[in-house]
């Protein structure tokens, strides 16, 4: 066992066919109609099954059996590599393998190679807190993905940077990964606190304390919550209110 | 009876100028607050005749909400909100005597940029009133 | 000589802009309302509360926006700005640069989906950056033109607004534009800017988190604002203990060049600091830094005083040094003396009260329009002409005039549309259309057959609410003949889908689901009004704001809930009956009481527009007050302008002057009033539309300080009697402040004394050099540009020495000679000193016959004995009665170019009366059954407009309403104990039966 991490692998099943599907052991095979179509979401539940690493496996561009799958699926791993940095884990931990049918390429080679990679690292989870903590900032991430500011921008970044925005203009890679990094930063803590109050109310100072943020930004995180509707002032215990968030389905 | 749980329902009194703002701004800032009040709009909290409120509970209602402008100066026609707070009071004294308990009858003052407070005043109302139970009038089968 | 154009531009949607737009659309003109920013309401729609009420900036605020928005005449120019103005007065043309603003106003329905989902935040500058907002925004929830627009600097063209809106709003390929208007006068009104205090780098501004500026604390106060209106530390979110309040930064302070005062700012701390006690749920301390508290306004000083003695707030009068944060508790700790004491206290919040700073973009503004600017960057006026620009035809109001508060400026605001309409008043009545409506149909005896329209509000009520479910629903209840549902029942197709209807269903009632009838409804009673209906016979449900909004995730309760509501705006519907407006006929004539600066300013700008005016003149001589001022502060001649100003009242043919003559007797109502004038021992009746009054106010005759016993002990005016006359001689003057003033008999602040005694004592330093002038003050109120004479007074030698009211200053005679001891309160000892001359800055006290006035109109006078306007902060001309008006002394102390522009101010608001031939009053007022009546005045007593008079017919009395008086609000119906008397449109029985019906599910 200390040997073999947890692996699960999603491939698309216009990559490979059936019959080479053989994985080693410890890996669960997911195949899906186009990677293209893989939700972040599942992903992200998938690393919150505790699993050491995610492969995902496509055709490479030429080859998408719908056109241009594979393309939106790139967007999306950077956008969740960036993610599952932000909550602490190795951006390695998610990659994705992009192959030509005629290439004729081993899917078991492939995947043991990213298995090694995996062992290099050492296992995901390691101690009941430090998992916690893991589990936590997982789940925050998944959140803020869930959120539609992230998914809107992602979703349309290929089109703003390589074909025009609304006003006909091209917006540069740069401006867009900048953004994309401020919003994601914002959702990411938004998210955290949007979790930690749906367990108990809490104060801003409780909430920059178990989540190491400056007070003052996650009042204005708060302010945000609020304004959205997530959020909203539970009662005043002393001079000090504490916030719980909303259910919201 | 049904298992469900008891949902009051409370008729409320708006005044045009502050409380129904009021009303309007919680909507137009989505403050969420529980679905049991339905709301009739005056033009000012002075308007509200002892005869509404004492026809509401009547006709079933569990909770009767009377809200106008902030005391002193708010009131649009200078002192409709007064006329309201007093006839309040001397009714709340009246609805034992029908055997509906006092704190079935809230009057309130929200103004038009306390979205915030009507939402919250509605969701104490519905916490409150479902403490006491469906309207004593309609469990006697008066309605 | 080019014709002229019926058409003023207003630039600037502030609350003075919409005042001068709002009087100048009653009066009959078109107006161009233009703002830089994307919707109007300016800085008093972030406010909290307003001072001295405490009233809801918001509450009263909103009304005016929505008449502003929805009047056929005012035309909105937002996010536009001037380019240049060419022509002369009458006939101007301005070149207008309206920005991109990538939503369609025709379209757009302000529903707000765009926003919600827009993925690009930008600071919300309407929340001073305390909170965020998107790309695409509106500026705040009840802003009108309730308008999206796109921040072009933070959009990046995703293209999901577009996406969203199924109104299909989204413009991109929008432009900037230019377009020419012709006007024939311009009223600027370009508010002001607040101070930044990164300036004052010794204050931690931006540095410290607890250290806010005014503004920005007025939006923590705020219920719509960040913190839900619980003063919370930015910090970290904690509800402080301590809050110290620091005046004057960034205004009195020569360093940085803003030496004036900005006159508001000691009222807004004392303000924020009540509302912050009342809106923090915990204990709170609120300390207040000043060098002089100026509280001179009507009633404020009486508000200074609850604040102290009610609120316990605290005051301290000294400057704060320096503020430094004790970085483990973010806490700030100030630095300051007193009384030659160093001090150090620590507070966990600082508000800087910011000063006022002339509009961002007034030099631009300046240049495009031709104006000057005076010293400090503010619109360069005289005080004789407060109202007019260095351009003839261009007119100025508001805070850009110099800095002021909400009432100042919202006079001003009506004085400039007064004097708009003295160049346009030939135009009067070209440029607006009048609309022509069908003759209306009579449904009288006719079964109710009602129309219901459920609007899906795109996904607002549609994504909620089962809107086809609904209108099934709809279709089954009582009288309702057709049902159908829309994507926006407001869009101008549907409108044309609701005559159609209306039409081919012989529909005679109209429900409207939809969002909130205060600010829909205006629109679909147009329309019925349009297919022949009676505007009344019409009744909304707001399934929106006030249910699918606050239930969004209960859909099957939200739908429920929105039928109940249906159910009872049909049962008020089936009951709802066709009102007549009442039409009242204007004696286009005005009544003046008074013949002062201020009577005479009101009567000749009435005269100019070419109305007939009867000043009436108690003294055998026209000029009030004003004949015994002979210097201004500012140094014009105000005999000279006397004398000019009476040449002009004479000149006019049509103001008739009746000297050593009194009003005796008033009766009737607003457009048909009847008075009798005694005059010369000979009674005269008239009638007129509209009164005036002007009565002015006199000079406190001093108890205080051997007034009277001696001669070389006079006040202020006697004193500047002396120096015109050449009889001044003193080496050593003493004035004495607030003589009469600011105490138990009379609590207010009398405004004017201080700068009258600076006045003289720069006179006196001018014709006297060597003579030493003391004045001993409690608060030197030289607000405004004021502050700078304040200066020059120092600068001169001027003894200024503070005292307080348990240290009064004692005059006495000893032998020949008299003697001042006062206590020095830096040296700390008694001083005596011998003053040839001691000055008291005498009280401006009511009119005694101000009480007489006040019974004959029936309006009411403050406790003082003032008369008492309509609503202190945005009526302070008007009283509550309609047709009759207030300006000058007799409502309070003021200066003469405040008096000028309350009698401009004065004539604007009569002349929205006297330029109707017939005044439409709104429908929705009471009606008695005499039948039913019994005579009993309870109706008469709850009244609060005195609506209601008793009458005999056939030797019984019942009551009546005189409806032009009446406001609709209903509180007579709910007293009346045999239900005589109805409210109508909020009948007993319409609400009964709603009450009934909603309880019915």
């Known amino acids: 066992m200390e040997g073999n991490p947890k692996i699960i692998c999603f491939t698309c099943s216009w990559a490979f066919p059936e019959w080479e599907i053989e994985a080693p052991p410890n890996t669960g095979v997911i195949q899906v109609k186009c990677i293209g179509r893989l939700d972040p979401i599942v992903i992200l539940e998938s690393f919150a099954k505790r699993v050491d690493g995610i492969i995902v496996i496509g055709c490479s561009p030429p080859d998408c059996h719908f056109i241009e799958g594979n393309l939106y699926a790139e967007r999306t791993i950077n956008l969740l590599k960036k993610v599952i940095t932000l909550a602490g884990l190795e951006p390695e931990r998610l990659h994705l393998e992009l192959v030509s049918p005629i290439e004729n390429k081993s899917f078991l080679n492939l995947v043991e190679r990213f298995v090694e990679r995996i062992k290099s690292l050492g296992p995901l989870f390691k101690g009941k807190e430090v998992d916690e903590e893991i589990l936590f900032n997982i789940q925050a991430a998944k959140q803020a993905v869930t959120w539609s500011r992230l998914r809107i921008l992602s979703g349309r970044e290929r089109k703003l940077t390589e074909k025009a925005n609304a006003y006909g203009e091209k917006i540069s890679q740069e401006e867009i990964d900048r953004l994309i990094e401020e919003v994601m930063g914002e959702e990411y803590i938004r998210s955290k606190i949007y979790l930690l109050t749906k367990e108990k109310p809490m104060s801003v100072e409780e909430i920059s304390k178990r989540i190491g943020v400056d007070s003052p930004l996650v009042l204005q995180h708060i302010v945000a919550l609020r304004r959205r509707g997530l959020l909203a002032m539970d009662r005043i215990e002393g001079y000090t209110p504490l916030y719980r968030a909303l259910e919201v389905d | ?143 | 000589m080019g014709s002229k154009v019926g058409a003023v531009l207003v630039v600037g949607g502030g609350v003075a802009g919409i005042q001068a737009a709002l009087d100048l659309a009653d009066s009959g003109f078109r107006v161009y309302l233009l703002d830089e920013s994307p919707s109007i309401g300016g800085t008093m729609a972030q406010l909290d509360k307003t001072f001295p009420t405490n009233d809801c900036a918001m509450c009263i605020l909103a009304p005016k926006l929505v008449a502003a928005g929805r009047h056929p005449n005012i035309h909105l120019i937002t996010h536009a700005e001037v380019e240049g103005v060419e022509g002369e007065p009458g006939n101007f043309r301005v070149k207008i640069r309206r920005r991109a603003r990538y939503v369609n106003p025709e379209k757009c329905t302000g529903c707000g989906v765009c926003a919600r989902e827009c993925p690009v935040e930008a600071i919300d500058e309407y929340d001073e950056g305390l909170s965020k907002r998107s790309a695409i925004y509106v500026k705040y929830v009840q802003a009108v033109p309730r308008t999206y627009v796109i921040d072009r600097e933070r959009c990046i063209g995703c293209g999901t607004c577009k996406e969203l809106c199924r109104a299909g709003a989204i413009t991109y390929e929008d432009k900037d534009d230019i377009t020419e208007l012709s006007v024939g006068a311009i009223i600027l009104a370009p508010g002001f800017e607040e101070f930044n205090p990164v300036v004052k780098s010794e204050y931690g501004y931006k540095r410290y988190p607890n250290v806010v500026t005014s503004i920005e604390f007025e939006r923590i106060l705020s219920a719509s604002g960040p913190y839900g209106g619980i003063v919370l530390r930015p910090s970290d979110g904690r509800i402080p203990r301590k809050i110290a309040f620091i005046q004057c930064v960034g205004s009195r302070d020569s360093q940085i060049g803003n030496e004036y005062c900005s006159a508001a700012c000691c009222m807004y701390a004392i303000k924020e600091a009540i509302i912050a006690k009342e809106h923090v749920p915990t204990k709170l301390e609120c300390t207040i830094f000043y060098m002089d508290i100026r509280a001179y306004g009507k009633d404020f000083e009486k508000y200074y005083k609850r604040a102290m003695e009610e609120y316990g707030i605290r005051f301290v009068r000294a400057r704060v040094a320096s503020i430094n944060e004790d970085p483990s508790t973010r806490n700030l700790i100030l630095r300051y003396i007193v009384d030659e004491k160093p001090c150090e206290e620590e507070f966990d919040m600082v508000v800087l009260s910011i000063g006022m700073r002339p509009p961002k973009n007034a030099k631009k503004l300046a240049d495009a329009v031709g104006i000057k600017l005076n010293e400090y960057g503010f619109c360069l006026t005289n005080p004789l002409s407060p109202i007019e620009t260095s351009r003839p035809g261009v007119f100025v109001c508001g805070a850009f005039a110099g800095p002021k508060d909400i009432p100042e400026s919202v006079a001003q605001a009506s004085g400039a549309a007064a004097k708009a309409m003295g160049i346009v008043a030939s135009e009067r009545g070209k440029l607006v259309t009048s609309k022509v409506y069908p003759q209306e149909r009579d449904v009288l005896g006719e079964e109710p057959r009602i129309g219901v329209f459920i609007c899906h509000c795109g996904i607002n009520i549609g994504g909620y609410v089962n809107v086809p479910e609904v209108t099934e629903y709809a279709k089954t209840l009582p009288n309702v003949v057709y049902a159908e549902h829309n994507l926006y029942t407001c869009s101008e197709d549907t409108q044309k889908r609701i005559k159609e209807k209306i039409i081919e269903y012989k529909l005679n009632r109209v429900v409207v689901a939809s969002c909130t009838p205060r600010t829909h409804e205006p629109l679909f009673r147009e329309t019925v009004r349009e297919a022949g209906l009676n505007e009344y016979l019409f009744e909304m449900a707001n399934i929106r704001d006030q249910c699918s909004w606050v239930h969004m995730h209960e859909p099957k309760a939200a739908t429920e809930k929105a039928k109940d509501l249906i159910r009872s705006a049909v049962a008020k519907a089936r009951m709802l009956r066709p009102l007549k407006k009442p039409m009242v006929n204007v004696i286009p004539v005005a009544l003046v009481i008074g013949g002062g600066v201020s009577g005479m300013t009101a009567a000749v700008e009435l005269a100019r527009q070419g109305f007939e005016v009867h000043l009436v003149e108690r003294e055998k001589e026209l000029g009030g007050n004003l004949r015994r001022i002979y210097y201004l502060l500012e140094g014009e001649d105000p005999q000279e302008y006397l004398k000019n100003l009476i040449n002009e009242v004479n000149k006019c043919s049509n103001i008739h002057v009746y000297l050593g003559a009194e009003v005796v007797e008033v009766s009737g109502f607003v457009g048909n009033f009847k008075s009798k004038i005694l005059h010369g021992g000979e009674i005269k009746e008239i009638e007129h539309g509209v009164i005036i009054v002007a009565t002015g106010a006199t000079e406190y005759k001093p108890k205080e300080y051997l007034y009277g016993v001696d001669p070389r002990i006079i006040t202020q005016r006697e004193l500047e009697e002396m120096v015109y006359k050449g009889l001044f001689n003193a080496k050593t003057v003493a004035m004495i402040q607030c003589v009469g003033a600011r105490n138990e008999e009379n609590p207010n602040c009398s405004r004017i004394c201080c700068s009258e005694a600076i006045k003289n004592a720069l006179k006196i330093k001018e014709i006297s050099p060597e003579t030493e002038v003391y004045i001993l003050y409690k608060d030197i109120r030289s607000y405004g540009f004021k502050e700078k004479y304040y200066h020059e007074a120092l600068k001169k030698g001027v003894v200024f020495i503070n005292y307080e009211d348990s240290r009064k200053p004692l005059v006495v005679k000893d032998g020949d000679r008299l003697r001042l001891v006062f206590w020095e309160p830096v040296l700390k000892q008694e001083i005596e000193i011998y003053p040839d001359l001691v000055v008291l800055s005498a009280a401006v006290v009511p009119n005694p016959d101000n009480r007489k006035v006040a019974e004959m109109l029936k309006v009411p006078l403050t406790k003082d004995g003032f008369f008492l306007e309509a609503h202190m902060k945005l009526r302070p001309v008007d009283f509550q009665t309609d047709g009759i008006f207030l300006c000058g002394l007799a409502h309070g102390p003021k200066s003469i170019d405040e008096s000028i522009s309350q009698a401009c101010a004065a004539a604007s608001r009569a002349a929205t009366i006297l330029s109707k031939s017939v005044l439409e009053l709104e429908g929705i007022v009471a009606s008695v059954d005499e039948d039913l009546c019994g005579g009993c005045r309870i109706c008469e007593a709850v009244c609060p407009f005195g609506a209601i008079e008793m009458v005999e017919k056939e030797g019984k009395i019942s009551a009546h309403v005189i409806e032009a008086l009446c406001k609709g609000c209903g509180t007579c119906g709910s007293a009346c104990p045999t239900k005589a008397i109805k409210p109508q449109h909020f009948t007993t029985e319409q609400i009964l039966s709603q009450v009934k019906a909603i309880l019915a599910g």
């Open chain 2, 1 to 143: 009876m049904s298992e469900k749980e008891f949902e009051p329902i409370i008729v409320g009194f708006l005044c045009n100028w502050c409380s129904y703002a009021g009303a309007d701004l919680a909507g137009v800032s989505r403050i969420q607050y529980p679905p049991n009040i339905r709301v009739i709009r005056v033009m000012c909290s002075g308007r509200v005749d002892p005869i509404f409120i004492l026809e509401a509970f009547k006709n079933g209602a569990d909770g009767v909400l009377v809200a106008g402008c902030h005391l002193p100066a708010d009131c649009h026609y200078l002192a409709g909100n007064f006329k309201a707070l007093r006839r309040v009071l001397l009714l709340k004294r009246v609805l034992k005597e029908f055997g509906i308990e006092p704190e079935r009858l809230w009057i309130e003052w929200i103004s038009a940029s306390e979205g915030d407070k009507f939402a919250k005043v509605v969701s104490e109302m519905v916490k409150e009133i479902k403490k006491l139970g469906p309207n004593p009038l309609k469990r006697s089968g008066g309605k």
